[in-house]
């Protein structure tokens, strides 16, 4: 048996050894959703006893077409390639929203696609989100004679709802993740109106720290938080008077003062928006030291979060190779000598020995 492939002009697929696929892009690209359609494909064939299964979910831009999401025994080039809604038993489930019980399994991707000298038995049952079918679960038995009955059936739904919680659930992070960036951006372009060279002091951070956090091996995640407190580490700068932020010339110790509060400032704001906690803590920590002598709470090393320790060295190499309104910008050769100098009092030496190899030197 062998199932061929939409969207590809040859086709090598044969059935897999069992291994799990997933799709390559899409709604189940990476994190919650993914992983669960994967474990549920492969638990699928375990526990309804079938040979092979593949989760077919409705493609967002196009909900006329299926993508085939995850599978277990199935052919690697299935995987991620699209169905339209009136191709098979796939097709036939999205659109009358019933599960169809097949004598034979060729017709569950349609002909075109399923390659078989027999017919096996295979079966469809929709994956329902909300009021609308969002997918399709199928399943087929090549292995032995016996036929989907009742209880296959009741299972196999079970098996969907589940599935159905996986893309909801998927979802929602997705635009809960859109609604974290819009308020990222508006922040940016707020900062970029009030301060045009705090913004792209902060967008060179950015871009630092995150080869300071590859190096580091932070996780995805991590990563992600890194880059948005990178972003937004001088936010708190939209609150001190301009006399103060652009004052041309050294501060006052009252000005210096009114400067250390934008961290604090900083951390409040974004406090307030919800998914933007941990960058709040990242951004409030972003000037103590690894000795115990920075502010606002005089915190001292390990205790200062490591995305924190990342943009205390990224920032601090970035400010001395700017230009300021008070000097001209330092060179790179000698700004690195000044992190060296204050790894180990100032900054966490580890994050020093990572700048220094993401800067090459």
């Not at 190499?317 to 000097?327: H, I, K």
Request: some cysteine.
């Amino acid at each position: 048996m062998r199932l061929m492939s939409r969207d590809r002009t040859e086709n090598e697929g044969r059935f897999g050894s069992g291994l799990p696929r997933i799709a390559p892009s899409g709604l189940t690209e990476s994190g919650y959703g993914g992983l669960v359609l994967d474990r549920l494909a492969r638990h699928t064939c375990r526990i309804a006893g079938v040979d092979w299964s593949c989760l077919f979910v409705r493609d967002a831009r196009d909900p006329r077409l299926a993508i085939a999401a995850a599978g277990f025994g199935v052919p690697w080039d299935l995987i991620g390639t699209r169905i339209g809604a009136d191709e098979g038993a796939v097709g036939q489930v999205l659109v009358s929203g019933n599960p169809v019980v097949l004598t034979d399994s060729r017709a569950v991707v349609g002909p075109a696609v399923v390659e078989d000298e027999v017919p096996r038995p295979g079966i469809a049952v929709p994956i329902r989100t909300g009021r609308s079918v969002g997918g399709v679960l199928c399943a087929a038995i090549v292995r032995n004679d016996r036929q989907f009955d009742d209880h296959d059936l009741e299972l196999l739904t079970e098996l969907a709802d589940l599935a159905a919680a996986a893309i909801e659930h998927s979802r929602m992070r997705q635009h809960y993740d859109a609604t974290v960036e819009a308020h990222v951006e508006a922040l940016a372009a707020a900062m970029d109106m009030r301060d045009r060279r705090t913004a792209r002091h902060s967008e060179d951070v950015v871009g630092l720290a995150r080869k300071v956090g590859e190096l580091l091996e932070l996780e995805q995640a991590s990563l992600l938080e890194l880059e948005f407190a990178a972003r937004l580490h001088d936010v708190g700068k939209i609150q001190v008077p301009d006399a103060v932020l652009n004052k041309p010339g050294p501060l006052d110790p009252q000005e210096s003062e009114v400067i250390r509060c934008h961290a604090a400032w900083g951390a409040e704001t974004l406090s307030r928006i919800p998914g933007l906690e941990a960058v709040a803590t990242i951004v409030r920590f972003h000037h103590e030291r690894w000795d115990g002598r920075g502010y606002p709470d005089g915190l001292r090393g390990a205790r200062i979060p490591l995305a924190s320790r990342i943009i205390s060295v990224c920032d601090a190499y970035g400010a001395m190779t700017s230009d300021r309104p008070y000097r001209a910008a330092m060179p790179q050769d000698h700004a690195l000598d000044e992190i060296k100098s204050a790894s180990g009092s100032q900054f966490d030496p580890a994050v020093v020995e990572a700048l220094l190899d993401a800067v090459g030197h």
